[in-house]
């Protein structure tokens, strides 16, 4: 803009300049992703054939090899070593493995293979099996590649099944209670998908980490800082750790408690879906555990028994209650922001256990809601949905509401991420620069609005704190959309028919 105030002459006109402060545009938040965590196949299997000695050790081709056997989840069958002809080695009597650089089936480890003699006083005598110095053997392993227990992002569940294993079994067990379930993490991610979470970030448990609490631990500790996993799923399945036991059970819903409010205190707000494997024992009901946990990041589901198909064996099976909680995550990840999970369909269930079914009362239903258990009921249109969204604190409205808690997360991280990104942090505080920071405030409420993440804010202001002047401070109140849950229709019964006249009768002479 010409400076009309200057010696230098400017002709009569009309003169615009653009003066807006700067304006952010927030990237955006990802918030249809569910995070699942817990057993998968957990390993790659590999045969080779080496030549083995007394004398010295011969080192096998892959890392993190299961030296022993892993009881699960989930479980993972020792080493087998046969010769040539087929004749199978003993572990201890013929050969021994030898671990460096590492424990067993830990990512970086070397395994080595040694034969044994079947005379102490005579290294070079034949093993009990007659495995001789130089002989060669078939050595059938399981291995985990270095990168398979982080975190990874899918949206393709051939991927997902080619790396994790997959999901339902192929051939029916011989007992018609057996579970069919091959790889929970697989199954769980399916579920998710199918009910419309548009990725899954994977975490496989390590069976090398110890008892199952403590791997569900470990895995918690590689997603503590990433933003994408605002939805978790933690598959409490039975195995290793006990978790059909009143007192495990709360363990593992206190840790992943934990680990939520940990994680929102520190700006990754996320919710936790959990649910009870088929065997938990309902003697320490569920709604005792709502009522024992009472955290708005925190879901526990019911019923902890669904059937679902497996087309493989052409029959149903039953599978445990987070697959469920599954199947809840992956509805809400589906969902806008705004939107709970009261009164929406699940699929990838073909029903509940007769006995199941025939247990839920109104009165039954009503106790565990009550509680903050978020229930799945059938309806009379035979669909499985979502009876109230809830979370297992049930104070207030606020608490209760799993889409209110949701809202204040994905809030927080938009105004988070798009101040961060505004390019205002480190520059010089001038007179203009509380106005700098109200118009990019501004700008990402005005997109709240627009995503429908919230439905208005007031109340905008900013401005430079005096006990530490390198401090901009700025406050807003927003408004949430509340979750209509009731319909309050009277109505009554009108008898009055109308008017009514009585004619006299004229004698017909």
Same mark, same amino acid.
């Given at each position: 803009?010409?400076?009309?105030?200057?010696?230098?002459?400017?002709?009569?006109?009309?003169?615009?300049?653009?003066?807006?402060?700067?304006?952010?545009?927030?990237?955006?938040?990802?918030?249809?992703?569910?995070?699942?965590?817990?057993?998968?196949?957990?390993?790659?299997?590999?045969?080779?054939?080496?030549?083995?000695?007394?004398?010295?050790?011969?080192?096998?081709?892959?890392?993190?090899?299961?030296?022993?056997?892993?009881?699960?989840?989930?479980?993972?069958?020792?080493?087998?070593?046969?010769?040539?002809?087929?004749?199978?080695?003993?572990?201890?009597?013929?050969?021994?493995?030898?671990?460096?650089?590492?424990?067993?089936?830990?990512?970086?480890?070397?395994?080595?293979?040694?034969?044994?003699?079947?005379?102490?006083?005579?290294?070079?005598?034949?093993?009990?099996?007659?495995?001789?110095?130089?002989?060669?053997?078939?050595?059938?392993?399981?291995?985990?590649?270095?990168?398979?227990?982080?975190?990874?992002?899918?949206?393709?569940?051939?991927?997902?099944?080619?790396?994790?294993? !997959?999901?339902?079994?192929? *051939?029916?067990?011989?007992?018609?209670? &057996? @579970?069919?379930?091959?790889?929970?993490?697989? #199954? =769980? $991610?399916?579920?998710?998908?199918?009910?419309?979470?548009?990725?899954?970030?994977?975490?496989?448990?390590?069976?090398?980490?110890?008892?199952?609490?403590?791997?569900?631990?470990?895995?918690?500790?590689?997603?503590?800082?990433?933003?994408?996993?605002?939805?978790?799923?933690?598959?409490?399945?039975?195995?290793?750790?006990?978790?059909?036991?009143?007192?495990?059970?709360?363990?593992?819903?206190?840790?992943?408690?934990?680990?939520?409010?940990?994680?929102?205190?520190?700006?990754?707000?996320?919710?936790?879906?959990?649910?009870?494997?088929?065997?938990?024992?309902?003697?320490?009901?569920?709604?005792?555990?709502?009522?024992?946990?009472?955290?708005?990041?925190?879901?526990?589901?019911? !019923?902890?028994?669904?059937? *679902?198909?497996?087309?493989?064996?052409? &029959? @149903?099976?039953?599978?445990?209650?987070?697959? #469920? =909680? $599954?199947?809840?995550?992956?509805?809400?990840?589906?969902?806008?922001?705004?939107?709970?999970?009261?009164?929406?369909?699940?699929?990838?269930?073909?029903?509940?256990?007769?006995?199941?079914?025939?247990?839920?009362?109104?009165?039954?239903?009503?106790?565990?809601?009550?509680?903050?258990?978020?229930?799945?009921?059938?309806?009379?249109?035979?669909?499985?949905?979502?009876?109230?969204?809830?979370?297992?604190?049930?104070?207030?409205?606020?608490?209760?509401?799993?889409?209110?808690?949701?809202?204040?997360?994905?809030?927080?991280?938009?105004?988070?991420?798009?101040?961060?990104?505004?390019?205002?942090?480190?520059?010089?505080?001038?007179?203009?620069?509380?106005?700098?920071?109200?118009?990019?405030?501004?700008?990402?409420?005005?997109?709240?609005?627009?995503? &429908?993440?919230?439905?208005?804010?007031?109340?905008? #202001?900013?401005?430079?704190?005096?006990?530490?002047?390198?401090?901009?401070?700025?406050?807003?109140?927003?408004?949430?959309?509340?979750?209509?849950?009731?319909?309050?229709?009277?109505?009554?019964?009108?008898?009055?028919?109308?008017?009514?006249?009585?004619?006299?009768?004229?004698?017909?002479?």
């Amino acid at each position: 803009m010409p400076d009309i105030s200057s010696s230098t002459y400017t002709p009569p006109g009309v003169y615009v300049s653009d003066e807006s402060t700067p304006a952010v545009t927030p990237r955006s938040v990802a918030t249809s992703t569910v995070t699942i965590i817990g057993p998968a196949l957990g390993y790659e299997t590999f045969s080779e054939v080496v030549s083995v000695f007394s004398a010295s050790s011969t080192a096998l081709a892959q890392q993190g090899i299961y030296a022993t056997a892993v009881t699960g989840p989930p479980a993972i069958a020792a080493p087998v070593v046969r010769n040539l002809a087929g004749l199978l080695m003993v572990y201890g009597d013929d050969y021994t493995f030898e671990v460096v650089a590492g424990s067993g089936s830990a990512s970086a480890a070397i395994t080595r293979i040694k034969r044994l003699s079947g005379d102490e006083d005579d290294l070079t005598a034949p093993s009990p099996n007659g495995l001789v110095d130089g002989a060669q053997v078939r050595v059938t392993y399981a291995f985990t590649n270095p990168s398979y227990y982080e975190p990874t992002l899918h949206e393709d569940y051939d991927q997902i099944v080619s790396m994790y294993g !997959p999901a339902l079994v192929s *051939t029916a067990p011989a007992s018609p209670t &057996a @579970s069919q379930v091959a790889s929970a993490l697989t #199954l =769980a $991610a399916k579920i998710a998908l199918e009910n419309g979470a548009a990725s899954v970030l994977c975490v496989p448990t390590n069976p090398a980490a110890g008892d199952y609490r403590v791997q569900l631990g470990t895995a918690y500790k590689k997603i503590e800082v990433d933003y994408r996993a605002q939805i978790l799923v933690p598959l409490f399945v039975d195995g290793a750790y006990d978790t059909s036991t009143g007192a495990n059970m709360a363990n593992l819903l206190a840790d992943v408690k934990l680990h939520c409010e940990t994680a929102a205190a520190d700006g990754y707000g996320r919710i936790a879906f959990t649910g009870a494997p088929a065997n938990f024992d309902n003697v320490v009901g569920h709604d005792a555990m709502a009522i024992q946990q009472a955290s708005r990041r925190l879901v526990l589901v019911y !019923p902890n028994r669904l059937l *679902t198909f497996n087309s493989a064996v052409n &029959a @149903s099976t039953e599978i445990d209650g987070f697959y #469920l =909680a $599954a199947a809840q995550a992956g509805r809400l990840a589906r969902n806008p922001v705004a939107r709970g999970l009261t009164r929406q369909s699940l699929t990838s269930f073909t029903g509940l256990p007769a006995t199941v079914a025939q247990a839920m009362t109104r009165t039954f239903r009503n106790n565990l809601s009550r509680a903050g258990v978020s229930v799945a009921e059938i309806t009379q249109a035979n669909q499985l949905v979502v009876r109230h969204g809830l979370s297992t604190n049930m104070q207030a409205v606020l608490t209760q509401e799993i889409s209110l808690t949701r809202v204040g997360d994905t809030l927080l991280q938009m105004v988070q991420t798009g101040m961060e990104n505004s390019g205002l942090i480190g520059e010089p505080i001038n007179a203009e620069m509380t106005t700098n920071v109200k118009s990019a405030l501004l700008g990402l409420l005005e997109q709240a609005v627009g995503d &429908a993440v919230i439905v208005s804010y007031a109340n905008v #202001l900013v401005r430079q704190l005096s006990a530490d002047p390198s401090i901009i401070e700025a406050t807003f109140s927003y408004k949430p959309a509340i979750p209509m849950n009731y319909i309050v229709v009277k109505f009554s019964v009108d008898l009055t028919t109308g008017d009514t006249t009585a004619e006299e009768q004229t004698a017909t002479p």
